[in-house]
């Protein structure tokens, strides 16, 4: 691997850093199934590197300028941004290493509140300056002032148009998902633009330096607080003193139970144009549900 790959660790390294950095070893780390990532051990200690022959040259720009926004707000920790660019025909992204530690006492508690800080942050309307990437797929921020008109034409809209345009749903389909537009004023509250990380799952933070809370990989934007908390549910969900801590922090409306699913329709549609149509079960149950 460090052979192979020797010259281009040390180009993003060069470009990074401005200096010459001599790579020691490297090995593969988990970082997801779109991107590949590994652990650089240097004579300047250990850095993160990930990067991908074939995705769209500015999406580890917009990562990167999601990370920076959120670290920004000094409220959630997170990797630092270290550099960006092109080696070898290759786009890269050079962050600061988080070392896994056992987790602190308070973990969750802590995470809880932090994550109910930060979605204090708003913005005057729903999106953001610069579209991003959720994922590999892009992911349209252009503002708007309803919540509900965002997330129906930059969210649900657009995944469901790609679906379609991929053969992965029928016009049928699409005709009975759109039904639930509809009904989505008598369901979601409404509630100023809040900052959020936007694609926060378990794999997408960990127990970093001093067994707290790091959160990674955003696909930010100024949205509805109550879809990041919905997304934390899709896969298993985080620890019950995660939500009870960001309950007490900043209370959700009454009722948030019942809308979880409607929120992650748009997670679900996602990954239905990443990984295949076997997601479309979950969506099929929401539908019955609400229709």
């Given at each position: 691997?460090?052979?192979?790959?020797?010259?281009?660790?040390?180009?993003?390294?060069?470009?990074?850093?401005?200096?010459?950095?001599?790579?020691?070893?490297?090995?593969?780390?988990?970082?997801?199934?779109?991107?590949?990532?590994?652990?650089?051990?240097?004579?300047?200690?250990?850095?993160?590197?990930?990067?991908?022959?074939?995705?769209?040259?500015?999406?580890?720009?917009?990562?990167?300028?999601?990370?920076?926004?959120?670290?920004?707000?000094?409220?959630?920790?997170?990797?630092?941004?270290?550099?960006?660019?092109?080696?070898?025909?290759?786009?890269?992204?050079?962050?600061?290493?988080?070392?896994?530690?056992?987790?602190?006492?308070?973990?969750?508690?802590?995470?809880?509140?932090?994550?109910?800080?930060?979605?204090?942050?708003?913005?005057?309307?729903?999106?953001?300056?610069?579209?991003?990437?959720?994922?590999?797929?892009?992911?349209?921020?252009?503002?708007?002032?309803?919540?509900?008109?965002?997330?129906?034409?930059?969210?649900?809209?657009?995944q469901l148009g790609l679906a379609i345009y991929n053969?992965?749903?029928?016009?049928?389909?699409?005709?009975?998902?759109?039904?639930?537009?509809?009904?989505?004023?008598?369901?979601?509250?409404?509630?100023?633009?809040?900052?959020?990380?936007?694609?926060?799952?378990?794999?997408?933070?960990?127990?970093?330096?001093?067994?707290?809370?790091?959160?990674?990989?955003?696909?930010?934007?100024?949205?509805?607080?109550?879809?990041?908390?919905?997304?934390?549910?899709?896969?298993?969900?985080?620890?019950?003193?995660?939500?009870?801590?960001?309950?007490?922090?900043?209370?959700?409306?009454?009722?948030?139970?019942?809308?979880?699913?409607?929120?992650?329709?748009?997670?679900l549609l996602v990954h239905v144009n990443l990984f295949?149509?076997?997601?479309?079960?979950?969506?099929?149950?929401?539908?019955?549900?609400?229709?």
């Amino acid at each position: 691997m460090l052979d192979e790959n020797s010259g281009f660790f040390e180009s993003a390294l060069f470009q990074s850093l401005g200096q010459k950095v001599m790579v020691k070893s490297s090995r593969f780390v988990s970082g997801g199934c779109i991107n590949n990532t590994l652990k650089l051990e240097t004579d300047q200690g250990p850095f993160f590197l990930k990067w991908n022959d074939n995705a769209d040259d500015d999406m580890f720009d917009k990562e990167a300028q999601g990370l920076e926004l959120l670290a920004n707000q000094n409220l959630m920790n997170l990797p630092a941004v270290l550099g960006r660019g092109k080696a070898d025909g290759r786009n890269f992204l050079l962050l600061s290493f988080i070392q896994k530690s056992p987790p602190a006492p308070h973990f969750w508690q802590v995470f809880g509140s932090s994550l109910a800080n930060l979605h204090k942050v708003s913005s005057p309307r729903f999106g953001l300056s610069h579209n991003n990437y959720i994922g590999r797929l892009p992911q349209n921020n252009e503002e708007k002032d309803s919540w509900i008109d965002f997330f129906i034409e930059r969210r649900l809209e657009v995944q469901l148009g790609l679906a379609i345009y991929n053969g992965l749903v029928d016009k049928d389909f699409a005709k009975r998902f759109r039904l639930i537009y509809a009904q989505l004023p008598g369901i979601l509250p409404e509630e100023p633009p809040a900052l959020l990380h936007g694609d926060l799952w378990s794999g997408n933070f960990m127990v970093g330096d001093g067994g707290l809370p790091f959160i990674y990989d955003p696909a930010v934007y100024f949205g509805h607080r109550e879809i990041e908390l919905a997304f934390t549910r899709l896969f298993g969900g985080f620890d019950r003193a995660f939500y009870q801590s960001y309950h007490d922090t900043c209370p959700l409306e009454p009722g948030f139970e019942q809308r979880v699913d409607i929120y992650n329709l748009y997670p679900l549609l996602v990954h239905v144009n990443l990984f295949g149509s076997s997601y479309l079960s979950g969506i099929n149950q929401t539908l019955r549900r609400f229709l």
